[in-house]
């Protein structure tokens, strides 16, 4: 067998196969079918070993972080997921790391009802792309922002950088956090709960301060975020002894969180998504008529964030 023929092998383990794959891995192209009166949403993240992912991460993470960080994408703009391309550059063959990658992958995979149907396969260094495709009614886009809207956050931020510690010999990292990290849970149900109701929407990866530039850059609007309302976990609070570091959890990025806008009248059904998602949803300041974004503390000060967000975890 060669390595190649290892690769396809391990590939066709997937037990997730969708009616509308006409045809799958193994011809020139996948043949594929898109239901009546939606559009296709499609996104691609490449994530290269050292620079997205440290280079002692596990085979399974990832596999798992590369799809979950593309489901992301298409959870922010409201896409129901359905295939995946992948693009593995890889510098050799390694069974036992291909056969972790996959389970990693497959697992997020079959969560979400997404079927691999194509891709390429290279030798070089380690770096994963994939193309992820969804189906959308009527996309959230970025630029649907209007001042006096309310921000919104999901769950928590911040616990992907800490995740990040424990790979940098931090051994007081809860566990929680290195998952957060490692392996993210992309909000593609919240993504299609609050598809009504969003009139912007983006996935913190970024950081929270650079990803709501882009939806005000896109939106011609600026925001004002309340440093108190910024929700953090208890693992963070309880790692910094109960002076949380805010500023890295409003620039690390990497915790794919969704950061969204709505209408004040929608405050309402804030508690619908809640129920309908189980994810926390969290106010945390408002679109503004000016264009930059300014943060207060408790005492209604502003306060100067000149850490924008990283580029990559060691940029
Ligand atoms: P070609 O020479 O036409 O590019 P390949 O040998 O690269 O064909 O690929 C053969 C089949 O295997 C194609 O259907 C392709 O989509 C699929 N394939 C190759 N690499 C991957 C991969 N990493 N993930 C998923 N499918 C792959
Ligand atoms: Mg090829």
Not at 143 to 163: F, Q, R
Not at 283 to 303: A, H, L, P, S, Y
């Amino acid at each position: 067998m060669t390595e190649f023929d290892l690769i396809y092998q391990l590939l066709n383990t997937q037990s997730n196969q969708r009616a509308d794959v006409l045809t799958g891995i193994g011809d020139d192209c996948a043949i594929l079918s898109v239901p009546e009166n939606h559009s296709l949403a499609v996104s691609m993240d490449t994530l290269v070993a050292g620079v997205h992912f440290p280079e002692t991460a596990s085979a399974y993470s990832i596999g798992y972080k590369s799809l979950a960080v593309n489901l992301s994408d298409l959870a922010a703009s409201g896409a129901m997921p359905a295939w995946i391309t992948l693009s593995l550059t890889m510098p050799a063959a390694d069974e036992d790391w291909l056969k972790e990658f996959v389970r990693g992958l497959f697992s997020l995979a079959k969560k979400h009802n997404v079927q691999l149907i194509g891709g390429d396969t290279c030798k070089g260094p380690l770096s994963i792309s994939i193309q992820a495709h969804g189906f959308v009614t009527k996309a959230i886009l970025r630029s649907g922002a209007k001042a006096g809207d309310l921000i919104c956050v999901s769950e928590t931020l911040g616990d992907a950088a800490l995740g990040l510690k424990s790979y940098q010999c931090d051994t007081g990292i809860d566990a929680s956090c290195i998952r957060q990290f490692d392996q993210p849970e992309p909000r593609v149900n919240l993504g299609l709960a609050i598809n009504d109701y969003a009139t912007s929407c983006i996935d913190i990866s970024d950081g929270l301060i650079s990803d709501i530039a882009h939806i005000c850059k896109q939106s011609q609007c600026g925001a004002d975020i309340f440093l108190n309302k910024i929700p953090l976990s208890d693992a963070y609070k309880t790692y910094y002894n109960g002076t949380p570091d805010i500023i890295q959890a409003l620039s690390f990025g990497d915790d794919y969180e969704l950061c969204f806008t709505i209408d004040k009248s929608n405050k309402k059904n804030l508690d619908k998504m809640i129920s309908e998602t189980g994810l926390n949803l969290t106010c945390i300041g408002e679109i503004t008529t000016k264009t930059d974004i300014r943060c207060f503390n408790q005492n209604n000060e502003i306060v100067d964030i000149s850490r924008r967000g990283f580029e990559h975890f060691n940029g």
